[in-house]
């Protein structure tokens, strides 16, 4: 009775991630790397682009107290995509596509949801977009770079921490993505960068 009242009164930190498929790779490792000290919950589905997380970003927050929150946007954002191709996966073309979030559009929108983050008083952690190879059919790395600078400006006229996970993802992606053409991770490539991102989160709960 004693341990359940003592469980009742003193929960357990909760963490909010808000993030692409990368995010949803790594978010299950995560929990279990911080099962004793937090409840860790991803967001419903994909974070897509910025322009998508404006349109969701209060369902996601809902009526939760939330201690932490993580978020990310960047790789749907520097996608190009074909609008003569139907499909949203299959339509990435970097050579006749147009990109989805040109760079004055994605800085503005990261400041309004920025903005609407701030309100929840929780701890706010940014994650940089992760490494595109250089064979991946819709996107550039140069874009990445470009754009992961954008977003640090932002987050440092706004106090707010940066986990640079590109750097982590660089580095591994050669050895655990799934190949050249693809920004994905095999089950290794995710348990790694689930390190780099539970020791930012960790820094968070002291």
Known sequence: MFLLLVSF????????????????????????????EAEVIHCKGNAKFTDNGIAHLDEWLGTEKWDIIQF?????????RDPNKPAEYTN???????ITTDKKTYEANLQTMVNRLKQTDAK????????????????????????????????KRN?????????????????????DTNVHYKKEGYLKLAVTITEGLTKLLK
Not at 9 to 35: C, E, Q, R
Not at 72 to 80: A, E, F, P, T
């Open 9 to 36: 009164i003193n929960p357990k930190p909760k963490i909010l991630i808000i993030g692409d498929s990368i995010s949803i790779g790594y978010t299950p490792f995560v929990k279990s790397n911080l099962k004793d």
């Open 72 to 80: 990310n946007w960047g790789l749907w954002d520097i996608c190009y």
């Open 92 to 98: 990435r073309d970097k050579i006749k596509g147009k």
């Open 124 to 155: 706010l952690i940014f994650v940089t977009t992760t490494y595109v190879p250089d064979q991946e059919i819709g996107r550039y790395n140069k874009d990445v770079m470009a754009y992961n600078a954008i977003a640090k400006q932002v987050m």
């Open 159 to 179: 106090n707010i921490v940066v986990n640079d996970l590109y750097a982590v993802s660089k580095q591994i992606h050669d050895e655990y993505g799934l190949n």
